[in-house]
């Protein structure tokens, strides 16, 4: 009997310091992968920059219709793209400081659009529905992955959550790759960026 209570007792340590483990790998994994890019990151060339017009893509809207995103920008607006996925922690986390743009500036003249990068249309709906953002959400679709001409691919995307900020002339404005790219940092500086252009 002591034998058996012996192993129960020893299933149940190792059950708990696997659990543990699991919880401290998922929330330590943003600050390794951060102070990974520090080390190691090297911009790539891209064909978007600030002061240069925006690239037009194709992505779909959750009933499955095809846009572009010349449909929004250069129309006398700001557009702020966001560039995302639902496996994405960070993208998560940067929703509630998106809803707060949003409200902020929405009715001033800034348009917020999802760009979804994720492969299972599956798992962006239901993130969707979970999260309800009041803004259009768009996905990058198979052919576009297939023909390289995502929206990932057009703005040299190296890491998510990513925001490109275009003026409403459609000129880009505000581009990761101009200030190093990092996600704590960019979301400071894109709303440094806003409250200058709204005169806050």
Known sequence: MKRILKKIVKVILYTLLILVLAFISIF????VNQKWRELNFKPKPQLTVIGKPFVDFEAELPDSTVHRLSEYAGKGQYVLLDFWASWCGSCIRSFPMLMELHEKYHDRGLLIIGISHDRNPDAWRYALSQHACPWPMLRETTASWEGNTSASALYAIEYLPTFVLLAPDGQVIFSPYEKHGFVDDERQQLQAKLA?????
Do not use: N, V
């Open 28 to 31: 330590a994994w943003d600050k």
């Open 196 to 200: 200058e252009i709204f005169e806050e």
